[in-house]
């Protein structure tokens, strides 16, 4: 039986391949992402309602400090790497419900720093924008200045369709595809741990004067080392 997370990647090709046939409107002028900004434009990615997708809500904008005062005891970890705002959505695909959050950062690299912080070592990723992956019943990945994730509590393959589908309008819609941050071509390939990488803005390794710090995982025999 297949894993999850490669169906789910398995369906984001297969739609990529054979192209969505619901499809929103795109003739809507959508904000650019050429350079990172700091005004708060997430919010202009989100799908409109297409074929079986509908929206269940109007979509709920926190600003930085309203987004950070909702995180809790997280705030600080998402400050230090430069939230700026928070956009949520909640669709409708086949009566089922599927969450969409995008969260904006002050830059490309802020934004896959934080979504690697989080992103476990080794896991299968690929997909969309600079990297993806799939978890429980939630999908991530960072495109530019954003982290978004995309979850239901329904895991069918159906609903996969649809979680798939929402992903690739929202990568489309931001359009700047981005990658991975280029330094990490300067990692050795041997006994490296796939994906493992991180970025640290502050404190790498809890040192004080240790920021800008990026690292991989190795493997060596039984032991792991991150460099």
């Keep these: 039986m297949l894993h999850k997370s490669a169906i789910f990647l398995s369906a984001l090709s297969?739609?990529?391949?054979?192209?969505?046939?619901?499809?929103?409107?795109?003739?809507?002028?959508?904000?650019?992402?050429?350079?990172?900004?700091?005004?708060?434009?997430?919010?202009?990615?989100?799908?409109e309602?297409?074929?079986?997708?509908?929206?269940?809500?109007e979509p709920k904008v926190?600003?930085?400090?309203?987004?950070?005062?909702?995180?809790?005891?997280?705030?600080?970890?998402?400050?230090?790497y430069g939230l700026i705002g928070i956009v949520a959505e909640t669709y409708t695909y086949t009566d089922i419900d599927i969450f969409v959050e995008?969260?904006?950062?002050?830059?490309?690299?802020?934004?896959?720093?934080l979504y690697s912080f989080f992103r476990p070592d080794s896991i299968e990723a690929?997909?969309?924008?600079?990297?993806?992956?799939?978890l429980g019943n939630s999908m991530y990945f960072s495109q530019h200045q954003f982290v978004i994730t995309i979850s239901s509590m329904d895991t069918t393959l159906n609903t996969l369709d649809g979680m798939a589908m929402l992903a690739l309008m929202i990568s489309a819609n931001i359009g700047d595809t981005g990658s991975v941050?280029?330094?990490?071509?300067?990692?050795?390939?041997?006994?490296?741990?796939?994906?493992s990488n991180k970025f640290h803005p502050e404190r790498f390794m809890g040192i004080a004067n240790l920021s800008d710090v990026f690292s991989a995982k190795y493997m060596f025999g039984s032991d792991s080392l991150r460099l």
């Design 14 to 47: 297969l739609i990529l391949i054979a192209g969505c046939t619901e499809q929103p409107d795109k003739t809507e002028t959508l904000p650019s992402t050429d350079i990172s900004t700091t005004a708060f434009i997430a919010n202009g990615f989100l799908p």
């Design 62 to 80: 926190l600003n930085q400090k309203e987004a950070l005062t909702s995180l809790g005891q997280s705030a600080e970890l998402y400050e230090l």
């Design 126 to 134: 690929g997909g969309l924008g600079s990297e993806g992956y799939f």
């Design 49 to 57: 309602a297409f074929g079986r997708v509908s929206k269940s809500r």
């Design 181 to 195: 941050p280029a330094m990490y071509n300067s990692f050795p390939d041997t006994n490296r741990i796939v994906p």
């Design 102 to 113: 995008i969260a904006q950062y002050e830059n490309s690299l802020s934004a896959y720093g």
